[in-house]
């Protein structure tokens, strides 16, 4: 895992705020690796990133991962505001689905945290925000599935890889 460097410039980037569970973040990586789509945890995650349940999700694919840290929500927007990339919220609080937008090369798509989704103040920071649609009283997609979900359009989208 390469952590000691910011995302890449001119690549959609895949970002985790303050995530939960080892399994999902170790499958996004995996994901991200084999898309060659990068991947920011935003901090404090809910786990140590060294922890065994993410390399068992993540296999041997964890090597090929492109990972850039965060230790905060504050760190994470001072980056985002001097690269002048637009921040593409998945919620359940949006209305515009996922697969209907124009997604550009520099997008990041941020993730909420399995547990609580993203605070009132980084819902509000969002430049858009999409929804995947669901059936009604259908409440979330697990989180590893939704990332992969978009990485499919973002690949399909701006021919990555």
């Not at 959609?12 to 705020?17: F, N, R």
């Not at 001072?78 to 090369?105: C, I, M, N, Q």
């Not at 989180?143 to 701006?158: C, D, F, P, T, W």
């Amino acid at each position: 895992m390469t952590d000691d460097f910011l995302p890449p410039a001119g690549k959609p980037l895949i970002a985790l705020y303050q995530p939960d569970i080892p399994g999902n973040t170790g499958t996004i990586l995996r994901m991200g690796a084999c898309l060659d789509l990068p991947v920011a945890v935003i901090g404090p995650a809910g786990f140590d990133l060294s922890d065994r349940a993410l390399k068992r999700s993540g296999m041997d694919y964890l090597e090929k991962a492109t990972l850039s840290r965060f230790d905060d929500w504050a760190a994470f927007e001072a980056w985002r505001a001097s690269e002048g990339r637009r921040l593409v919220l998945l919620t359940t609080k949006a209305d515009t689905p996922y697969h209907g937008f124009d997604w550009r090369a520099d997008d990041i798509a941020l993730f909420g945290r399995e547990s609580a989704g993203v605070p009132d103040h980084v819902h509000d920071a969002a430049d858009e925000r999409l929804t995947i649609p669901m059936r009604n009283g259908a409440r979330s997609l697990n989180l590893a599935i939704s990332a992969a979900m978009v990485a499919g359009e973002l690949a399909r989208r701006l021919s990555t890889p």
